[in-house]
């Protein structure tokens, strides 16, 4: 089952938008370009080094980035030079942030690996030249920041390292902030199933029918990114969606006073805590009826009274078809102030259903919900001050004030109703001229997409910001040694 739906997310990844909003993008398209070695140690090669289905597994985690910033190093890319001679940046497609979570591949030690390449990085001439001040890695994960081992510090020390936000203390040299690589929508082979079963939609959907057909009809009940984009988007039921964390801790009062003001902000909204039980800032279980959001990301056909096409059964649209009576669309939709599971399931069909979507800080910036939103066509409100210098990828060459609201941290839920009223007011032409904008640029910000731009980017920046008085630095470097 589990390889089915590995195709199946191959198969759905690869549809098209519709052509009024359809991102383009690939090397070919951005403005310059910078040469770039590669090198091919065995040290690099994990897909001989680890178990494939821990690989899989890791691509689609949200902090995978550097085994996808390996893929697309790896590739036949323009920008690629065989001679290291003719080349401005040098990458490492090492998986760091793996490696410093996976102790051993196919029982060997990672960390061994790691040493084993840092011995021969640090003999080629490349390295020697600058120290390794012009040589490229990724990890976005806070493994790599907070618990990198010894080996991982020496490799990055003097290096350009590739991470979802900025640091004044960081232990490596130069940062290029880089989006992060997995959303809900990567998971989707892993959850799809599950979240299916655990909603008793197994049932409805297979009944007694072979993988094969079940796995089929599952796929028409998912929601993808490219049926979001194709939905009319005015038609969307929801207003303002915030899906995650949202407890007691410091971070977490924005998300707090989020749900607050929404409460005298026209809806319905999805405004959801999935903190643990007694963590949680709410408590009460939120409404059964994500089935609603499924109706309309489907088989939608108008507005959203009619959700009730099509009739899932146990679901409140068989009851009110049972009654003759129509559902209070307040009654119907709103999921606001209450508490349910992680379920990728209703996340992603309540997020296909919101016009709006709430990125707003927790423990720190930035959040991988942003990269949610974009894909989903749901218009991202940021609430995050610092976020615009230190949490933003490739700031200067994506305009994320044409297609984001950004909404400033907020002492009292009075600021944030009135902010959110005012997005509502938005001319329609605006908006349609976000959602425009949105898409030209999903292939800047999104790793996992056709015609992506983020490796680009990432190398572009790296160049523009990273290589500076590489002479001074390698003097220094020098003098420390002797």
């Avoid at 007691?248 to 005298?264: F, I, M, P, T």
């Avoid at 609430?383 to 200067?396: A, M, N, T």
Wanted: hydrophobic fraction near 40%; charged fraction near 25%; charge should be negative.
């Amino acid at each position: 089952m589990r390889a089915c739906l590995a195709l199946m997310a191959c198969a759905l990844l690869a549809h098209a938008l519709p052509t009024s909003l359809a991102p383009v993008g690939d090397a070919a398209s951005l403005p310059k370009w910078v040469p770039f070695y590669v090198y091919e140690f065995p040290e690099l090669d994990i897909e001989h080094l680890c178990e494939p289905e821990v690989i899989e597994e890791w691509r689609s985690f949200k902090h995978g980035d550097d085994m996808l910033f390996a893929d697309h190093a790896r590739g036949r890319h323009p920008w690629r030079v065989s001679d290291p001679e003719e080349a401005r940046l040098f990458v490492v497609p090492a998986p760091l942030a793996f490696y410093q979570r996976n102790g051993k591949c196919k029982g060997k030690s990672t960390k061994d690996i790691l040493r084993s390449l840092l011995e021969k990085l640090s003999q080629t001439k490349s390295w020697q030249r600058y120290q390794g001040a012009d040589h490229v890695f990724s990890g976005s994960d806070w493994a790599v920041r907070f618990f990198a081992n010894d080996v991982i510090r020496a490799l990055v020390k003097n290096s350009i390292l590739g991470h979802i936000e900025n640091f004044d203390n960081a232990h490596w040299r130069c940062t290029v902030i880089t989006p992060y690589s997995g959303s809900v929508w990567s998971h989707m082979t892993r959850a799809l199933l599950f979240d299916a079963l655990e909603m008793n939609l197994h049932q409805y959907a297979c009944g007694d029918d072979d993988q094969r057909n079940c796995t089929m009809e599952l796929e028409r009940l998912w929601p993808t990114p490219e049926q979001a984009w194709g939905r009319p988007w005015s038609e969307r039921p929801y207003m303002f969606f915030l899906k995650g964390q949202i407890d007691a801790r410091a971070g977490y009062r924005q998300r707090r006073l989020s749900c607050e003001a929404l409460r005298d902000v026209p809806g319905p909204h999805v405004c959801v805590s999935v903190s643990d039980p007694g963590k949680s800032t709410y408590e009460r279980a939120c409404p059964d009826n994500v089935f609603a959001a499924l109706a309309w990301a489907t088989n939608h056909t108008g507005t959203y009274s009619n959700w009730s096409d099509p009739v899932v059964p146990g679901s409140k649209s068989e009851e009110h078809l049972e009654s003759g009576t129509t559902p209070d669309p307040l009654e119907t939709w709103s999921q606001e102030r209450c508490r349910s599971g992680h379920s990728a399931f209703a996340y992603l069909y309540q997020l296909a259903a919101s016009k709006f979507c709430l990125m707003i800080r927790g423990d720190t910036l930035s959040s991988n919900r942003l990269y949610d939103c974009i894909r989903y066509n749901s218009i991202p409100i940021i609430i995050s001050d610092g976020i615009e210098r230190d949490g933003l990828p490739f700031y200067s060459r994506v305009p994320w004030h044409e297609f984001s609201f950004f909404v400033k941290e907020a002492q009292q839920p009075e600021q944030l109703t009135k902010a959110f009223v005012d997005i509502m007011a938005t001319p329609p032409e605006k908006l349609e001229a976000m959602r425009q904008s949105m898409a030209d640029h999903m292939p800047d910000v999104l790793w996992n997409m056709a015609g992506s731009r983020v490796f680009e980017n990432f190398l572009l920046e790296a160049a523009d910001r990273c290589l500076d008085n590489l002479e001074t630095f390698a003097s220094a470097s020098d003098k420390e040694q002797a």
